[in-house]
């Protein structure tokens, strides 16, 4: 699973997910550093559980996926809940559409 699900917010960093010939993920930080990790390590990354408050200042994640139906130009953004009761992440989330 790329993005994980639940019924509380789970996404700490609005994630994109497009397509690439090779399932991979990048993530740039706040300090300027990137980094190419493995879609198992990106969770470690985006996720509120193991990135409470997005602490370690992930500013983009993008995931990469040899798919089809993404190779038609679709791009998928998972972010964090704008209706949450965690107001953490709106900010993020309203200025991937602003």
């Known amino acids: ?22 399932l991979g993920a990048a993530v740039a930080f706040g300090d300027g550093q990137s980094a190419i990790v493995s879609v198992d390590e990106l969770a470690k990354l985006v996720t509120e559980q193991s990135n409470p408050g997005n602490r370690r200042k992930v500013v983009r994640a993008i995931v990469e996926v040899p798919s089809p139906r993404l190779r038609e130009g679709i791009m998928f953004v998972d972010t964090p809940g704008l209706g949450s009761l965690t107001k953490r992440g709106a900010a993020e989330t309203l200025a991937i559409f602003l």
């Open 1 to 22: 699973m790329f993005c994980p699900s639940g019924s509380i917010q789970i996404t700490a960093v609005p994630t994109k997910l497009r397509y690439g010939p090779e």
